[in-house]
């Protein structure tokens, strides 16, 4: 999954008949830190996404996976809105690998594999 800032909405008069009453939405793929990446691209939303709001999304096969049973013909799919994230401070990071410890979900510690 990656992150990503909804910019627009496309409107077409004429799609596949398996995209009827999708939404497609143009969305900019950004970094942890909020700053795009990459360029835009168009993904249908199974969630009710609209414009300004940050989302993540999915590419492959997976994006048509919320509309089964019909297979919609998409290769990147809106699949959740953020309500917020955050990201740990570089030097706790750093901290953390000098420990030798990684931390996991919830923040709990995990083992780092030493080589």
């Known amino acids: 999954m990656q992150l990503a800032r909804v910019v627009g909405d496309v409107v077409t008069t004429i799609k596949d008949p398996a995209l009827t009453g999708i939404a497609l939405l143009v969305i900019q793929p950004i970094a942890s830190s909020g700053e795009a990446v990459g360029r835009s691209l168009v993904a249908v939303d199974s969630i009710g996404a609209g414009v300004g709001e940050t989302v993540f999304f999915v590419r492959g096969k997976e994006a048509s996976f919320p509309f089964y049973p019909p297979e919609v013909p998409a290769d990147a799919g809106i699949v959740g809105i953020v309500d917020h994230w955050t990201v740990a401070p570089a030097a706790a990071a750093a901290n953390d690998e000098d420990r030798g410890e990684r931390t ?11 080589d």
Do not use: F
């Open 104 to 114: 996991g979900a919830l923040g709990a510690p995990r083992a780092m594999k030493k």
